[in-house]
Each structure stands twice: as structure tokens, then as C-alpha cells.
């Protein structure tokens, strides 16, 4: 026999107790799954109509197969390249590629645009040598020559000059600003035919940026 028998009145209440808690948890599982009373509070905020129609819109634009996401990323693509098409002829900055934004490139481009440089006639200069070059004429050849020295000189000695005019127009205009590789941005534009750069020009010959 134990020392301690547990005392059989301890035994009913604890079995009786459980059954209580037991159909009181049922009786509120069950509840929950009833319909709620349209008065009654729904325990969340309602939202507002534009924040609704801005869930469902999402919804029913989220592509629901692989051909759906591929064709709307090639027409997000396709959007993207015009709009950077169209900023290319216009300008506008929201739309320019990286290389090209900002105040610093965009005045390193009207600097090179406001006046004339001969390395933008490098390419016509170099089809003349050439074809000068190909005459049999010895001393026609020798001309040629000459002159191709003549035109690579003055190419350096020309972007020497606008580099070092280029820094110190950045450094007064743009004393905290980025400058790193504007120079070198504004001298590969020199290389490029007025009418063929990108972005346009949008400043004129004698115009001051």
C-alpha cells in the first residue's frame, strides 16, 4: 500500500475539469467557423478604395506563365530602349544611359559641341590620306605622309588645349561634383562628327554652355 494515495475525489475533479476545458476549446473552433455578424468588428482595418484597386490591378497584371513574363519583360525592354532612344535626340535626363547623365557630362558636352575641333574630321581627313597614299606617284605618296603627321599633330596639340580649358571650367563650375573621367568623355566626343553624336547637340557653334 502507498503512503500517499492520491485521493479518488482528486482523480473525478482533474478527468471532469479537462472535459470542460476540452468543449470550451470545440465550442470556440466552432464558433470561429460560424459567419460573423456583418455589425460585429473585423478585428482589421478597411482599406481605402485606391489601396483595393491597387491590390487587384497587381493581381490580375502578375503574369500567370512563363511566355506571359517573357513577353512583358521584352516589351518593358523594348519601352525602355525607346524612351533612351528619344532622350538620346532630346536630351531629357531621366532617360539618358549612365555614362551620359548628370551636370558634369551634359556641360562637357555643350563645351565640345559650342565650338569646332579637328579630331571631329579625323575620319574624312583620313579617307583623303588614303587615298592619296594609294596614288603611284612617289612624291604624291610622300604628301600624304606629311600630311597625316600634320593632322595627328594637331589633333593632340588641339585636345591638349581643350582638356586642360574642359578642368578648369569643371573645377570653377563644379567644385564639389564628380569630374572623374569627364575629360576623357569630352575628347572621345571630339572624335565624333557633330551630326552623328549621342546625345545631340543641343547647343550651337559660338554658343556659350
Do not use: C
Request: charged share 30%; glycine share 4%.
Amino acid at each position: 500500500m502507498p503512503r500517499h494515495p492520491v485521493p479518488l475525489g482528486f482523480v473525478f475533479r482533474s478527468r471532469a475539469k479537462s472535459e470542460k476545458e476540452s468543449a470550451a476549446d470545440k465550442a470556440l473552433v466552432t464558433d470561429s467557423k460560424q459567419t460573423r455578424d456583418p455589425q460585429a468588428p473585423k478585428g482589421r482595418p478597411t482599406p481605402k478604395r485606391s489601396v483595393a484597386q491597387g491590390q487587384r490591378r497587381s493581381v490580375a497584371n502578375t503574369p500567370t506563365t512563363r511566355k506571359e513574363a517573357a513577353k512583358r519583360s521584352r516589351d518593358e525592354r523594348r519601352a525602355a530602349m525607346e524612351k533612351q532612344r528619344q532622350a538620346l535626340a532630346t536630351g531629357d535626363e531621366r532617360y539618358l544611359p549612365a555614362r551620359d547623365k548628370g551636370p558634369v557630362r551634359r556641360f562637357a558636352r555643350d563645351f565640345v559641341d559650342s565650338r569646332f575641333h579637328i579630331a571631329e574630321f579625323f575620319l574624312p581627313l583620313a579617307v583623303i590620306i588614303l587615298v592619296l597614299s594609294m596614288v603611284q606617284v612617289a612624291s604624291m605618296q610622300n604628301v600624304a605622309l606629311l600630311l597625316w603627321l600634320f593632322v595627328i599633330v594637331l589633333i593632340v596639340v588641339d585636345s591638349i588645349g581643350l582638356g586642360f580649358r574642359l578642368k578648369k571650367q569643371l573645377n570653377a563650375r563644379f567644385p564639389d561634383a564628380n569630374k572623374k573621367g569627364a575629360v576623357a568623355y569630352a575628347l572621345m566626343r571630339t572624335l565624333q562628327m557633330r551630326r552623328l553624336r549621342l546625345p545631340k547637340p543641343q547647343v550651337k557653334r559660338g554658343e556659350r554652355p
